[in-house]
């Protein structure tokens, strides 16, 4: 079983900065892509930002220049720092991640999400 638990959400004024944290935690033996989404209601969830296992990232493109991304594997946690946050960026994010298991005999890889957290940017 394994768990990914998101803190930093929350309320910020237009041109202000959050920091979300995603720690990973339960029986894994690797993560490989970790990464946020967001969703707000009505549309489609999108990948925000995602970083490998060593470094690679991508980003979308709304928020190139104002979010990085980064990862702690000795902690088996994502970040992401928001800053220069816009009405637009409200959405519920949510932690997504890419772990390896096992079951048996086998190894397998599965994607896991975190319960989500609210982003709200208003004056």
């Known amino acids: 079983q394994v768990q990914l638990v998101e803190s930093g959400g929350g309320l910020v004024q237009p041109g202000g900065s959050l920091r979300l944290s995603c720690a990973a935690s339960?029986?894994?033996?690797?993560?490989?892509?970790m990464g946020w989404y967001r969703q707000v209601p009505g549309k489609q969830r999108e990948l925000v930002a995602e970083?490998?296992?060593?470094?690679?990232?991508n980003y979308v493109d709304s928020v190139k220049g104002r979010f990085t991304i980064s990862r702690d594997n000795a902690e088996n946690t994502v970040y992401l720092q928001m800053n220069s946050l816009k009405p637009e960026d409200t959405a519920v994010y949510y932690c997504?991640?890419?772990?390896?298991?096992?079951?048996?005999?086998?190894?397998?890889?599965?994607?896991?999400w975190g319960q989500g957290t609210q982003v709200t940017v208003s004056s």
């Open positions: 997504n991640a890419a772990v390896g298991t096992y079951r048996g005999s086998y190894a397998y890889t599965d994607e896991y």
């Open positions: 339960g029986r894994y033996f690797s993560i490989n892509y």
């Open positions: 970083i490998s296992k060593g470094g690679v990232i």
